[in-house]
């Protein structure tokens, strides 16, 4: 994570703390004054804490400023050790139930003795907590949702994350000489978009020797051994299980490779409960069950429901981009300023690309109003003189309740591309919802559909809404579906792919990304779309820009 997020979670930490406490509010929201500042910051927080002119921003006190220079040099700050001193541990866990602010937190504790979520769970149970003023029925029922949620997730990280942890272990692994290979393997090598455990598979050459040289590196515990092949499980201060398979002979490594990576029920339909054959590599497996290759992230049990004709692996690689699309900027929610998108855009090889701010009805991310999409397009046009792309002026435009898009269609000409998205009320009807966006979907300016069940990995569940009726309606109006490549989202669902490419469906893979850094989020998106077998002629950013500007062709 960033040295910013950091900071911001830091910052809004204390401020939450401060507010459980009963601090003065006028110091509670100068802490979160300051996070909303380094959050809203376009400079680099970094060159400003090292030239200790992160005081120059109004709003910056010098009690923040302490705050951030000790967490720079130390990942920590006396404040908020201070704060948790007297404060029970299972108090942050509280404060990451959707729904619970600190002063409802504070309502629990002082009311009902609730410490921890175990606590907050019986008292649910109990019906206690609809009892206490400023609750009720409702609230104590999704707090029980909530909990049952947060509860589901135990265990799991996000596919970004476990990619970082695995590298940082990997990195360590490689240490230790008596390796000869090493793979990442199961669900992380499949890539699954969370992850409940990373596993690695070692070909070493002295199993004692290893452990030895392992212990210097890890505490670990043996769950199997045998003549062949043993297994470990890691003992790391991460949240999901690490496992280490290890065998020595270098002809197990590929049959194991093989049988680690594939989903459980992939493995059994493809062997069709038979032995695993051996052989020197896993394309040589494939061979002797009499089956073409699968590449690891198909390897799921889905791709045998899907007909036959696309379970072809997918060709999908980044060198195939040639748009970028849907990045947000400083004229909404975005870090970065709209040369400097653009700057990078045409520095990682795009050939077009269309800046998707945030709409007018997005006032939480300071959405452009109609005057405002007219400087903006000055300012791209001004851009395009100079620049060796192509750019295109863009908009995320929120869809309303009603499923209308929030300029109107006299305005929405101004726009190039058009990604239509869901920002509020989720909490419709299935069918409310599902009617909801099929109208947008049906708007003649719309481009793409933007993350379409609306979900949050780990955070928020999808909305109620009939996907495939969805898929349907892009499929007919010549919509694209987003796969929206930021790891917290990785939405279009990949179970829902091949569904779509059964229907014709067009497919574009945006990063959302609100900083130049953010880009790069694109790699999980190509992740998420080989998944489903993907090929690049799906993909509205692979398009040469004719092909593309056909597309966007207003309907």
Not at 27 to 48: C, T, Y
Not at 394 to 407: M, V
Not at 513 to 519: D, E, L, V
């Amino acid at each position: 994570m960033s040295l910013r997020k950091n900071l911001i979670q830091h910052l809004s930490l204390i401020a939450d703390l401060m507010e459980f406490k009963g601090e003065n509010r006028f110091k509670v929201n100068a802490f979160r004054n300051g996070a909303n500042i380094i959050r809203r910051l376009n400079s680099d927080i970094e060159s400003l804490i090292r030239d200790k002119s992160i005081g120059d921003l109004k709003g910056i006190g010098k009690g923040l400023q302490t705050v951030i220079y000790e967490f720079y040099q130390s990942g920590n700050s006396v404040e908020l050790q201070k704060l948790l001193e007297d404060i029970p541990p299972g108090i942050i866990d509280l404060m990451n139930v959707k729904g619970l602010g600190a002063s409802k937190i504070r309502t629990l504790y002082s009311e009902l003795n609730i410490k921890n979520i175990a606590d907050l769970e019986n008292a649910c149970s109990n019906n206690q907590v609809a009892e206490l003023k400023g609750f009720g029925l409702k609230t104590q029922e999704k707090i029980l949702k909530e909990i049952e949620r947060i509860k589901n997730n135990k265990g799991f990280v996000l596919l970004s994350e476990a990619i970082y942890i695995a590298g940082e272990i990997e990195e360590d692994l490689k240490k230790i000489k008596h390796i000869k290979q090493i793979s990442i393997t199961g669900e992380l090598r499949r890539k699954r978009e969370i992850i409940s455990k990373i596993e690695f598979l070692l070909q070493i050459t002295n199993y004692e020797k290893f452990l030895e040289d392992l212990s210097n590196l890890f505490e670990y515990n043996v769950l199997e051994e045998n003549s062949l092949s043993y297994t470990l499980s890691l003992l790391v201060n991460y949240e999901p299980k690490v496992i280490i398979y290890l065998v020595e002979n270098s002809k197990l490594f590929p049959k194991k490779l093989f049988a680690s990576t594939g989903s459980e029920g992939f493995i059994k339909q493809l062997t069709k409960a038979k032995n695993i054959p051996d052989g020197e590599n896993e394309e040589s497996i494939f061979a002797n069950l009499d089956l073409t290759f699968v590449i690891p992230e198909m390897r799921e049990t889905e791709w045998f429901d899907a007909p036959g004709n696309l379970r072809t692996n997918s060709d999908l690689v980044f060198n195939d981009f040639k748009g970028l699309l849907h990045f947000h900027t400083t004229w909404s929610d975005g870090i970065n300023t709209l040369a400097e998108m653009f700057d990078a855009a045409t520095e990682l090889g795009f050939k077009f690309a269309a800046v998707c701010d945030h709409s007018k009805t997005a006032f939480y991310a300071n959405g452009l109003k109609e005057k405002d999409v007219l400087k903006q397009k000055e300012e791209i046009n001004e851009l395009s003189k100079n620049s060796k792309i192509k750019l295109y002026q863009g908009i995320e435009s929120d869809i309303l309740r009603n499923g209308d898009l929030d300029y109107n269609d006299d305005f929405l000409h101004n726009f190039d591309f058009i990604v239509a998205s869901v920002h509020s009320q989720f909490n419709l009807s299935e069918e409310e919802m599902t009617k909801r966006i099929i109208k947008a979907i049906e708007n003649p300016y719309t481009n793409v559909i933007g993350h379409p069940t609306g979900r949050l990995l780990l955070r928020r569940d999808p909305y109620a809404v009939n996907m495939k009726k969805v898929i349907d309606a892009c499929s007919r109006n010549k919509v694209a579906i987003e796969i929206n490549a930021n790891p917290h989202r990785l939405d279009l669902d990949w179970r829902l792919i091949y569904y779509a490419r059964e229907q014709g469906c067009k497919f574009a893979i945006n990063p959302d990304a609100h900083s130049t850094a953010g880009i790069n989020d694109i790699k999980y998106g190509i992740m998420i779309a080989r998944k489903g077998g993907i090929q690049k002629s799906e993909v509205i950013n692979t398009f040469d820009l004719n092909k593309f500007e056909r597309f966007i062709e207003k309907k």
